[in-house]
């Protein structure tokens, strides 16, 4: 091991060998992660593109080490990931806030499980809550905030743990059209603001390009990686730049031929 893969800071912070992951069914084996590769490098943002129910959220799920790999190794900061961590936090498609918390409840919620006093992480959380944009709603109970406003508490929450990578799968699937071109440039805001390694799942073109450094686009299941696409678009992008067209074009196409 080298000097640096010991201090923790090798350019690629999650690493993906060759994973494989497949579930026992009535029917037999399901395979729905094929020899994976992957290297996620610290600060990046890096979108999984993949079409429905290729396997996407099963690759989240190891990565966040909710599931166990079958095969191939999956390393997080060079170490087998056998196990959740805050260091490595999550916001799914409908983020499961808890209902009888308050926005603050909520967001402060892993700090207060980790022991740190209350002043302290009211502090913290409030600056997560503010980078959100939802000062004024700390009070607010899920049921009294909008789609949009609880996946900022649920991206908040996940901040607030100061976890080294965010696994978002799919985080704006469910929000209207209007709302999810908003979240989409405010966590372009935020990532820029506080720059994390992000591996973002989205089934969306668009936002795939919107976001991303770096694009993976998978294959149907069992998802493997198809092709790698580089995105030095200047940032906030324009949606219908002739480059950011082009690039929508060509990647749907590769995508469609994977069907
Ligand atoms: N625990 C499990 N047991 C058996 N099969 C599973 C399990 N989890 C996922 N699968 C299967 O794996 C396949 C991929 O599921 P997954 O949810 O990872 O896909 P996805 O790309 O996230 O789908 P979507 O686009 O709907 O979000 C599906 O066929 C699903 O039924
Ligand atoms: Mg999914």
Same mark, same amino acid.
């Given at each position: 091991m080298s000097m640096e893969q010991e201090r923790g800071i090798e350019s690629s912070i999650i690493e993906c060998a060759g994973v494989c992951k497949s579930f026992k069914t009535p029917e037999g084996e399901h395979q729905v992660i094929k020899d994976f590769n992957l290297q996620a490098k610290e600060n990046e943002f890096?979108?999984? /593109?993949?079409?429905?129910?290729?396997g996407k959220t099963t690759m989240i799920n190891l990565i966040a080490g909710f599931e166990k790999v079958s095969g191939g190794s999956l390393k997080f900061m060079g170490k087998e990931?056998?196990?959740p961590d805050p260091s490595r936090g999550v916001v799914f498609q409908s983020t499961a806030l808890f209902p009888w918390m308050t926005t603050m409840g909520n967001v402060e919620y892993g700090l207060k499980m980790a022991g740190v006093k209350k002043e302290e992480r009211q502090k913290r959380a409030q600056n997560y809550i503010d980078l959100v944009g939802l000062q004024g709603f700390e009070k607010s109970y899920p049921v009294q905030l909008s789609g949009g406003m609880r996946q900022r508490v649920g991206i908040a929450r996940a901040y607030c743990n100061e976890p080294k990578v965010m696994l978002m799968d799919e985080p704006f699937g469910a929000?209207?059209?209007?709302?999810?071109?908003l979240m989409q440039e405010e966590l372009q805001r935020i990532w820029e603001a506080e720059k994390r390694t992000v591996i973002f799942v989205t089934n969306n073109i668009e936002e795939a390009l919107?976001?991303?450094?770096r694009i993976l686009v998978l294959t149907n299941c069992p998802a493997t990686v198809k092709k790698e696409y580089i995105i030095d678009l200047p940032r906030p992008r324009n949606l219908?730049?002739?480059? /950011?067209?082009?690039?929508?074009?060509?990647?749907?196409g590769i995508m469609d031929s994977t069907l």
């Open positions: 890096l979108v999984l /593109f993949g079409p429905g129910q290729c990931i056998t196990k929000l209207d059209a209007q709302t999810r071109y919107y976001l991303a450094d219908v730049s002739p480059e /950011f067209l082009a690039l929508r074009k060509e990647i749907t």
